[in-house]
């Protein structure tokens, strides 16, 4: 036979212009310090430690044996979890939603952060992203072809973007920006007076807001957070993102919803009609069930977390390192020690601490200086995590 030419694969330039997965690399770190039969403390990743509450694994068992689920489920989902979704977010924000033309359904909030650019930016349009700030907005950017611009998020401006300091140039060419709080990875919280000036700044330029509010379930010391939705004109320039991953531990099930302005959700579920035929029933069913029962779950998750995060606290005092406490989400953001980076500190913890922390730097250059740490283990493991950090000897 005669021999064929080699094949060669040539993925197009939208592959590899995709942004380095910095997280795989710690990923692999740990599980390698883990294969040596090391006890590794993974406090380095945001996948909610605790199962999906009863009530909504026994909707799904219920509902999978349902025939009505067996078949594809309408393209754009359930009219009844639109609903459900339009519901919560009345009784949670006194936000009036129309089920039907101002909610998308998605495969968790993830899929709708990376199609909205897809949706609204050109090649060579300008996005502002907070910096540090959630990878996944990069993505989105780079596959549009858009342009990033950064909107640092300093300790000194409560990790809120300064409007005031985007310069003109950028801010009248700009065409999308993200916003996230309770935010990841500071786990700095936003007043109504920050969206009231997103809505002010983003009206004023032409800017679509995206808002991430994928920890909104997660607020502490008695401070509910604020939905970009509850600020008057917020609908008319923007959507808000909700997951039902972190408020019901439902990281798995993929469930995710795009909330607010009619023409952006009719975009979403424009592309998504060319991607997908929604997701399975029985989940949509069980999302529901989520959405509509009982909230005891959600409050008392958000309780944990916030005990959680006092015990580490006072463990971290224990050991001399200075930090603010987060005032929502479920990380914390720790300033590294001198004569450190955040991914040299990072690497030392995890050789010799055993314990997996996230490097700021994998979230943006303003991320240098700090590490991400998140409350994803019982007390009495963070407490020991940072009792082996206080042994490097690098604090007080
Ligand atoms: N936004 C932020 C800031 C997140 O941290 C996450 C989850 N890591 C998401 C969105 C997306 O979550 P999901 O796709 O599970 O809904």
Redesign the pocket.
Known sequence: MEQTKSFKIDPASRMTGLPKQFFADLTRKAAAQAAKGRDVINLGQ?NPDLPTPPHIVKALQEAATNPVYHRYAPFSGFLFLKEAIARRYKEDYGVELDPEKEVAILF???TG?VEISQCLLNPGDVCLVPDPG?P?YWSGIALAGGRMEYMPLTAAGGFLPDYDAIPSGIADKAKLMFV?YPN?PTGAAAGPDFYKRTVEFASRQGIVVAS?F?YGAIGFDGVQPVSFLQTPGAKEIGVEFY?L?KSYNM?GWRV?FALGNAEIVSLINLIQDHYYCSLFGGIQAAAAEALTGSQACVRELAATYERRRDALFAALASIGWQAEKPGGSFFCWLPVPNGHTSASFADLALEKADVVIAPGIGFGTHGEGYVRLGLLAPEARLEEAVGRLGSLGLFG
């Open positions: 945001g968790g909030g993830k952060l959630y996944d996230n990841n991430d994928a997951t991953s990281a995710g």
